[in-house]
């Protein structure tokens, strides 16, 4: 088992920045390779894929509405993983929530996560 607590949400105004951070325990990160992702949900809106980063760190990708604006990172030794948002947009107010998948690849479907945190809300003002 693999518990995420995620932090670091918050409001913003346009062009500010947030870090988000999500604590992973349990089995983690010296137990599995663990590919971790950042998802966020809009009220009324599906929960979509926002970054997921390989269990080395050595691969990451993005939506392209987050390109040049968010940077996914980890601490394996720390059993951490971050979200830098810069740039914020209105449009990325929602709840964040981080995930892991116990494999080598680069998932982007919800459905492939087995682990998933309770989110932290982001609002960001216009």
């Known amino acids: 088992q693999v518990q995420l607590v995620e932090s670091g949400g918050g409001l913003v105004q346009a062009g500010g920045s947030l870090r988000l951070s999500c604590a992973a325990s349990?089995?983690?990160?010296?137990?599995?390779?663990?590919?971790m992702g950042w998802f966020r949900q809009a009220p009324g809106k599906e929960r979509e894929f926002v970054a997921v980063i390989s269990w080395s760190g050595g691969g990451t990708f993005y939506t392209d509405s987050v390109k040049g604006r968010f940077t996914i990172s980890r601490d394996n030794a720390k059993n951490a993983v971050y979200l830098q948002m810069n740039s914020l947009k209105p449009e990325d107010t929602a709840v964040y929530y981080c995930?892991?998948?116990?494999?080598?690849?680069?998932?982007?479907?919800?459905?492939?996560?087995?682990?998933w945190g309770q989110g932290t809300q982001v609002t960001v003002s216009s």
């Open positions: 349990g089995r983690t990160f010296s137990t599995y390779r663990i590919a």
């Open positions: 995930a892991a998948d116990r494999t080598t690849r680069l998932p982007r479907e919800k459905g492939e996560y087995e682990y």
